[in-house]
């Protein structure tokens, strides 16, 4: 990605409350966190469809391993309860059958920039 495209996804980005994906709005979590992929060059779709499910945050080419795939999921606060966290690890389980793999980031991660997680989990140190 050029610096150019770089600036021009931070401008798109910076606007997430008006931008809508495929019928979705990008939330601010999302954005930041694709914000975080730009900044380490990282090739991403937003509201991937897999399946039954969504991608908050697709990355087709996150390990050297070809056949596996990344799902980044922004996970706001507002959203988790004991039904939802079960639902979420079903979500998940049937992801990796298909060799995709779950990255569920926290609203308070995000919103510290604290990438850590998603680093590690993309051999970026």
């Known amino acids: 990605m050029t610096p150019k495209q770089k600036t021009a996804n931070r401008a798109q980005l910076l606007k997430a409350s008006s931008v809508i994906k495929g019928g979705r709005y990008i939330t601010s979590i999302e954005a930041k966190t694709a914000m975080a992929l730009n900044d380490r060059d990282v090739a991403y779709q937003l509201h991937k469809t897999i399946g039954d ?8 080419e996150a390990f050297l ?4 795939s990344l799902d ?7 959203f988790h309860d004991d039904s939802t966290t079960r639902r979420e690890a079903d979500r998940d389980a049937a992801l990796l059958d298909i060799g995709v793999i779950v990255l569920r980031l926290t609203e308070a991660e995000i919103n510290a920039s604290d990438f850590t997680r998603l680093d590690r989990t993309l051999g970026i140190e």
């Open 53 to 60: 499910y969504v991608a908050d945050i697709y990355v087709p």
């Open 65 to 68: 391993d070809a056949s596996l």
């Open 72 to 78: 980044i999921e922004c996970d706001g606060s507002a």
